[in-house]
């Protein structure tokens, strides 16, 4: 008996539990810069993502008496009210994501098959407009097509009756607009590197072009379809700025979680913690949805034989060049808008005749800081980026493990999450001790970092996978220590990619509006918070001249994207 017993001891000790087998290698093993590296990462996740999440849970399930209670949910369920901002958010989504799919596809397609002219322009044109926040482009088309906008104005002087932009049809029609370049681009590059000989045979059996296109070219794109549909359904689901501009009574659900978080009779955080859990559940349903239909059709091409263009008789080029335009012109028009009317005269809320700087005049004198907030935190949150982004890259792409798969997971969560939700997981987690940063411009800086890391750290990945190891593998045989390598060489071959996702990454953060204004105080507001504010306080010609430095600020950096990538652009 005592002999098996000391056998049972040491088979425990040589079986150790399956569940402790990771960690038990992770505190045996030898201990280098990127075992610490990887343990810092995860200890700043868990701070700053899983633990504002496990707060936020747990709060949904408090009662106002301070006991546990599942009276949120069923009173979620029971109220039409709640039940009808879920709703209204999938309808405006689908809607949204349906309208973006009909631009979006059909453009793609002339661009890419077609020699249209002005290409380049076309792009850099459609890129702007989804660079730019979506709440620019609500008030833009406030001021073009709402109840005294210029547009209704005009047409309603012609004799015509014709609908303000406001309400639901508003909505859609704004996030179809400003979204629709995440299915040009995606499908543009699906398109690019489709193999003709697949299309070609459909046509040897006698298929006309539109059941080739149907049949064939379609179900070979709609992988990278469902990724660009998946974008702008997730953009459209989480924002805030473009409902509360244009709803005037429309709720959906990111802007009824704000307001149970903010209201003005004291709120109620347990509701508006049980709101945003709802939303992050309907948000990972509709991500894993995309991912099971994509799996279940996904073809594989060899890319030998990709597409060329088709020549186009000049009068037929022209015709195919105004059509491709059209739509871009139409989502550039918010751009165009806010820079023309930030130049016009005001008088209070009504635009006098006249062209004047009175607005951005009145910017300096009287909201200087927000401009000086908005840099300032921008700057700090791409230097954390850009400084974790590489990594974090290298952690996923050079030492693969079950550790660094988890970790990828996790990364990935504020991508999905709206940025209402974000801002009110880190004030409930934060808005106490041991840890009190509510109130503080360090909390909006932890907001950017957490939810635009992931642009930076793909850009970094996609350009890591490219660099051959033999690289590394050399330096360190030459007696380099694997730490330096990185710094040295590896950090420095990473450069162009890593910047170029940077600059996605630091256009989003100047942009940013959701998480900011749940989270910023007097003191720490921004522009898009001021532009926010202007807006529904009625002083347009300050909110045009600010919406104006944003949009100089995204064509600057663009543009240096542009130049940096040698010409390729964005990786959206």
Same mark, same amino acid.
Request: aromatic fraction near 14%; charge should be positive.
């Given at each position: 008996m005592a002999a098996a017993r000391r056998l049972s001891i040491v088979q425990a000790r040589v079986e150790p539990n399956p569940g402790n087998?990771?960690?038990?290698?992770?505190?045996? @093993?030898?201990?280098?810069?990127?075992?610490?590296?990887?343990?810092? =990462?995860?200890? &700043?996740?868990? /701070?700053?993502?899983?633990?504002?999440l496990v707060t936020l849970f747990i709060n949904s399930f408090i009662s106002e008496e301070g006991g546990f209670t599942i009276e949120n949910y069923i009173t979620f369920?029971?109220? @039409?009210?709640?039940?009808?901002?879920?709703?209204?958010?999938?309808? =405006?989504?689908? &809607?949204?994501? /349906?309208?973006?799919?009909?631009?979006?596809?059909?453009?793609?397609y002339l661009s890419t098959r077609y020699a249209i002219k002005f290409k380049g322009l076309m792009q850099i044109m459609i890129v702007m407009s989804l660079l730019s926040p979506p709440f620019i482009g609500a008030y833009s088309w406030i001021l073009l097509m709402g109840n005294n906008g210029f547009i209704t104005r005009f047409i309603r002087d012609l004799g015509i009756s014709v609908p303000s932009i406001y309400g639901m049809h508003g909505i859609v029609f704004v996030f179809a607009l400003?979204?629709?370049?995440?299915?040009f681009l995606y499908v543009s590059g699906a398109l690019k590197t489709i193999d003709t000989s697949l299309e070609e045979a459909s046509?040897?059996?006698?298929?006309?072009?539109?059941?080739?296109?149907?049949?064939?070219t379609l179900p070979l794109i709609f992988p990278t379809l469902s990724a660009g549909a998946l974008m702008v359904f997730m953009a459209s689901f989480a924002d805030f700025g473009t409902p509360m501009l244009l709803g005037q009574g429309f709720k959906v659900l990111p802007i009824l979680a704000y307001e149970q978080f903010v209201s003005e009779m004291g709120g109620n955080p347990a509701m508006a913690s049980t709101l945003s859990i709802i939303l992050i559940l309907f948000s990972t349903s509709v991500l894993f949805t995309q991912r099971y239909f994509v799996?279940?059709?996904?073809?594989?091409?060899?890319?030998?034989?990709?597409?060329?263009?088709?020549?186009?008789?000049?009068?037929?080029?022209?015709?195919?060049?105004?059509?491709?335009f059209i739509p871009a012109c139409i989502s550039i028009l918010p751009q165009l808008t806010v820079i023309l009317t930030s130049f016009i005269k005001t008088k209070g809320p009504v635009f006098q005749s006249g062209f004047s700087l009175d607005s951005?005049?009145?910017?300096?004198?009287?909201?200087p800081r927000s401009i000086i907030h908005t840099y300032s935190y921008s700057i700090l949150s791409i230097i954390i980026m850009v400084a974790g982004g590489m990594l974090i890259s290298y952690i996923l792409v050079r030492r693969k493990s079950k550790l660094t798969a988890a970790l990828d997971g996790i990364l990935m969560i504020p991508y999905v999450m709206p940025g209402t939700v974000l801002g009110i997981s880190l004030i409930v987690a934060f808005n106490k001790p041991p840890i009190v940063l509510t109130g503080t411009w360090i909390i909006l800086v932890i907001a950017y970092v957490v939810r635009k890391i992931p642009y930076t750290i793909r850009s970094s990945t996609a350009i890591l996978h490219q660099l051959d190891r033999s690289v590394e593998e050399a330096s360190i045989s030459l007696?380099?220590?694997?730490?330096?390598?990185?710094?040295?060489?590896?950090g420095r071959l990473m450069a162009p990619g890593v910047i170029s996702g940077a600059i996605l990454s630091w256009i989003t953060t100047i942009n940013?509006?959701?998480?900011?204004?749940?989270?910023?105080?007097?003191?720490?507001?921004?522009?898009?918070?001021?532009?926010?504010?202007?807006?529904?306080?009625?002083?347009?010609?300050?909110?045009?001249?600010?919406?104006?430095?944003?949009?100089?600020?995204t064509l600057i950096s663009l543009l240096i994207a542009n130049k940096l990538s040698g010409g390729k652009g964005l990786s959206l």
């Open positions: 087998v990771i960690w038990q290698r992770l505190l045996f @093993k030898k201990w280098d810069f990127w075992t610490a590296v990887t343990l810092v =990462v995860y200890l &700043l996740l868990c /701070i700053f993502v899983v633990y504002p369920i029971s109220l @039409k009210y709640y039940r009808m901002a879920l709703l209204n958010s999938f309808m =405006v989504s689908a &809607l949204a994501t /349906i309208g973006a799919i009909l631009i979006g596809v059909p453009l793609a400003q979204f629709y370049p995440h299915i046509e040897s059996l006698g298929m006309t072009s539109w059941q080739r296109l149907r049949t064939v799996a279940r059709k996904n073809f594989s091409m060899t890319g030998m034989r990709t597409p060329k263009l088709i020549p186009l008789k000049p009068l037929a080029k022209t015709l195919l060049t105004i059509v491709a951005y005049r009145e910017v300096l004198y009287r909201v007696g380099v220590p694997p730490m330096k390598t990185f710094f040295k060489t590896t940013e509006l959701s998480s900011t204004l749940v989270l910023y105080y007097g003191a720490t507001a921004t522009i898009s918070v001021t532009i926010y504010s202007e807006v529904f306080t009625s002083n347009y010609g300050t909110g045009a001249a600010l919406a104006s430095i944003l949009t100089l600020s």
